[in-house]
């Protein structure tokens, strides 16, 4: 298990992975962090990538006297991770809790039911 990062870090991470670039250069962050209107400090971003990097999501490579980022993890390995920790410290591991939980709880919109439902009929064929 990789090690927890906070909702600034995640922030970060989700606009590294959302670049179509397999790089990610400081100066496209700042931008993207202005454009979602959540305009940040040079230092701030400087000490939130250096986090990442130091927790292993991030390597960092200098490029005269630039970073350029590249995620060590995938957005769907990330996810998983996330999501089995969940299970585990929430449900006891019991993915049919969630599931239960969700389902009777009314989370689910009718579509998001009716696409789960055509999901667990397709990947029970499988």
């Keep these: 298990m990789q090690q927890k990062i ?14 179509p670039e397999e790089t990610t250069r400081f100066s496209y962050l ?4 202005a454009a979602q209107g959540k305009p940040c400090q040079k230092n701030t971003l400087i000490v939130l990538l250096s986090r990442l990097v130091g ?10 006297r630039h970073n350029e980022y590249e995620p060590l993890i995938s ?13 585990d410290k929430v449900y006891e591991g019991s993915v049919r ?6 389902i009777t709880g009314d989370h689910l919109t009718k579509e998001e039911y009716e ?5 667990l009929e397709e990947r029970r064929k499988v």
């Design 55 to 64: 927790k292993g999501y991030l390597s960092a490579t200098k490029i005269g």
């Design 75 to 87: 957005e769907t390995a990330y996810q998983t991770a996330q999501t089995r920790h969940f299970i």
């Design 30 to 33: 700042m931008e993207a962090m």
């Design 6 to 19: 906070s909702d600034a870090e995640l922030e970060i991470m989700k606009m590294i992975w959302g670049n």
């Design 97 to 102: 809790g969630l599931v239960t939980n969700l």
């Design 115 to 119: 696409e789960l439902k055509a999901l």
